[in-house]
């Protein structure tokens, strides 16, 4: 065995032996299909959500079982409800007819009136908030699963805050809860719910289900994924949210060298590149005629191209000065910025981000493998979404604009010759929807002409709209 857990609905929860700390990974949905917003049950259950104490949303992911005795026994059955009297979950229905006062404070119970109100958890059930395959109230009971059962109601609680816009709350959760140290418990198990790591483990479950649903819409051709247009931005979202909460827990743990830091880093990387990479997805099927434009004949005689121009490149360089050398002769625009993104290139000691960055490529990971040797001898890319896959999941995440600016030279590369009107207005539409300035775009159309050894290319950099420019350009080259 190693350690794992399986969960009802097929999640696996593993235990770290070395810190106790609980990680789920579902591998199914864990929420329900979506709730209806003007149901009076939906609304009670989120405004009780959004105003709940922060302790008091630990307290009420913990399983309870009533305290009741039974025939010189406890009744030990889950606790569904809470006494309105004194607000513990203390007693199950049955026994609460039959009690009298709290097991727990010795506060008398009315023996009229509402006695006993849903908890939180069963509250979000009935209200089609959590998925009913999650409901325990009709589940034979699995003491194996219990010391994870109270990890995996915070992380459906999570999952509910984070689809109904309620980020706050798990923020809140971090600086109210995890960071107060004041907040101890003999308990093991509400020890680690007291704990960052929870959320942090939450966070990375959260990721891999996300790219989990990924990967059979980015396996799509382009016209279904652009159909599922409106999922892939709900996404966007859901890792930005996710970003935030990590930008959140980072700040705990600020002046500290830990492990767990450095796994944050790390996830937030990882979340960083696969929310780059989903944004330019999004805009890729906007554009995905572009496929169907190309100047060159074939992709054999395009790579034919590139080798020629950087033979001609290193024909026309100036001499290097003596005791100098250009290795490989590397001097083309692309190459460096290219060779800049290689230098730049991290890699996480936990593969297992890598490996799921991987899987979203369309060829499953085998253009991240080669792009792992170099991004330089990756160029030209065969087609848009192997550039986009290669240059947006590789790389840092910190050089997204210098990975656009490559992208439009690969574009302009591509298209360059063909007539304006059939797809300058992807390229507007580009620079609008990442907010690149004008100029931006004329250096890399710029940098790609200098690069290009035809006398066309030349006549092109010195017309009017150029003149001005190349200046600029060659003042950078120097």
């Known amino acids: 065995m190693d350690g794992g857990m399986l969960l009802d ?52 992911a913990k399983v309870e079982h009533c305290r009741a005795a039974r025939d010189l026994r406890s009744c030990g059955g889950r606790v ?25 404070c010795r506060v008398c119970i009315p023996k009229t009136g509402n006695r006993l109100s849903l908890r939180l958890y069963y509250e979000c059930i009935e209200a089609g908030l959590i998925s ?20 995996e109601r915070l992380y459906l609680f999570f999952d509910v805050a984070l689809e109904n816009n309620l980020l706050s709350l798990i923020c809140h959760y971090i600086t109210d809860v995890c960071m107060d140290e004041s907040a101890v418990s003999s308990d093991p198990v509400v020890a680690l719910l007291l704990d960052e790591v929870v ?22 051709n382009v016209e279904k ?88 490149a290193v024909k026309r360089a100036w001499p290097a000065p003596i005791g100098t050398s250009t290795p490989g002769g590397e ?24 490996l799921q960055i991987a899987s979203l490529q369309k060829d499953g990971g085998s253009s991240f493998s080669r792009a792992k040797i170099g991004l330089v001898g990756t160029y030209p890319y065969e087609n848009l979404r192997s550039a986009i896959d290669i240059l947006f999941l590789c790389g840092s995440s910190d050089l997204v604009v210098a990975k656009q600016a490559i992208f439009l030279y690969y574009l302009f590369d591509r298209l360059w010759k063909i007539p304006d009107d ?29 690069d290009d ?11 009017f709209h150029f003149i001005i420019f190349l200046v600029l350009v060659s003042f950078v080259k120097l």
């Open 199 to 220: 959320v942090k483990d939450w966070c990375k479950r959260t990721f891999k289900n996300t790219v989990a649903e990924l990967k059979p819409i980015y396996n799509l």
């Open 9 to 60: 609905g097929g999640a696996t929860v593993h235990l770290d032996s070395g810190n106790g700390n609980a990680t789920e990974r579902p591998v199914t949905s864990y929420l329900s299909p979506q709730p209806n917003y003007s149901c009076r049950k939906v609304q009670e259950a989120l405004e009780h959500l959004a105003s709940i104490d922060q302790i008091d949303l630990c307290n009420e």
């Open 422 to 450: 059939k797809w300058r207005f992807s390229v507007d539409d580009f620079s609008a929807t990442f907010n690149i300035a004008r100029h931006s775009i004329l250096e890399s159309f710029a940098f790609y002409l200098l």
């Open 453 to 463: 050894h035809r006398d066309e290319a030349l006549q092109a950099i010195f017309s």
């Open 331 to 354: 001097i083309l625009f692309i190459q460096d910025a290219l060779s800049n993104l290689d230098t730049q290139q991290e890699y996480t000691p936990d593969r297992d981000y890598e």
């Open 80 to 104: 569904q409800s809470v006494l309105t009297s004194c607000g513990h979950a203390s007693l199950c229905e049955e026994c609460s007819q039959r009690c009298d006062v709290c097991p727990i």
């Open 132 to 151: 009913k395959r999650y409901d325990d109230r009709f589940q034979e009971k699995d003491w194996e699963k219990q010391p994870v059962a109270d990890v």
């Open 225 to 312: 994924m652009k159909e599922k247009s409106n999922i892939l931005l709900k996404f966007t979202m859901r890792l930005s949210c996710i970003s935030t909460v990590l930008e959140e827990l980072e700040s705990s743990f600020k002046g500290s060298l830990s492990a767990q830091l450095h796994d944050i880093h790390h996830l937030q990387e990882s979340i960083l590149k696969t929310k780059q990479h989903m944004e330019m997805m999004i805009w890729y099927t906007r554009h995905q005629y572009l496929e169907r434009l190309n100047r060159h004949d074939s992709f054999s005689s395009w790579c034919s191209d590139v080798r020629e121009r950087k033979s001609m």
